[in-house]
């Protein structure tokens, strides 16, 4: 378990210890996480817990972890027992060379909606067949990076729906508006809490063609909250 995460983790018992120290509630539930040797820290917490990964919501909130998801970096694993929740493993393997489709652009600030108008930061690529036949099966693995702390996080998901057709150029959007095209992401995730200017790369797959990949920066900031 990385020693921020292991932080957190500390920080949320020592909360909770304190709550019930001073009279609050008992928590109703505890939250293990088990680090690389085996061993578990218990984080004591409550509340609803939208994912059913036996981590409440409010806890994912201080860990850093997707509430609407129990498998945030989508490696596999349950939250409850990976040991690195936001650090994913690059599981893309293709022997093809074959070039299916091109990544025109990426964006992860003054991004656009499909009319053409202002939309909130979030990451956006737009994709130009290169192929005769449909693209279907699509997947993606994309990694953040703190430019000045190195901190990285790494995620994986399948885009299931997704399709490209000859000489079609689209737009696929990692947020959490729920649109056509649009998949969901961790709203905890450095993408939207970290100030600092990050590095985003991204590797888009569709099955037996290449993988592309393309990355882009995000200007330092204040903290931001949500698909803002």
């Known amino acids: 378990m990385s020693q921020k995460f292991l932080f957190l983790l500390i920080s949320v018992v020592l909360s909770s210890w304190l709550l019930t120290a001073c009279g609050g509630a008992a928590p109703a539930q505890s939250v293990q996480a088990a ?42 694993q349950n939250d409850l027992a990976d040991a690195q929740p936001m650090l994913a493993e690059n599981p893309i ?12 652009s990426i ?27 449909d693209l279907t099966d699509f997947d993606v693995y994309y990694t953040i990076k703190d430019l000045t702390t190195n901190d990285t996080q790494a995620y994986y998901r399948p885009l299931p729906g997704f399709s490209l057709k000859p000489g079609e150029s689209k737009a696929l959007h990692f947020d959490n508006t729920g649109q056509p095209d649009h998949f969901s992401v961790n709203p905890h995730s450095m993408f939207y809490t970290d100030p600092n200017q990050l590095q985003v790369e ?8 290449a993988p592309q990949t393309a990355s882009v920066k995000k200007d330092a900031s204040d903290a931001e909250t949500g698909t803002d």
Do not use: M, Y
């Open 202 to 209: 991204a590797t888009l797959h569709a099955k037996g063609f």
């Open 35 to 76: 680090n690389n040797g085996g061993s578990q820290a218990t984080v004591a917490a409550s509340g609803p817990d939208t994912d059913g990964d036996s981590i409440p919501d409010r806890a994912e909130a201080t860990l850093g972890t997707d509430p609407n998801n129990n498998d945030t970096d989508g490696d596999g």
């Open 107 to 133: 964006l992860v600030e003054n991004n656009v909606n499909p009319t053409g108008g202002d939309a909130p930061d979030h990451l956006e690529l737009t994709l130009s067949s290169q192929s005769t036949t």
């Open 93 to 104: 393997k293709e022997a093809s060379t074959t070039v299916g489709f091109t990544i025109t």
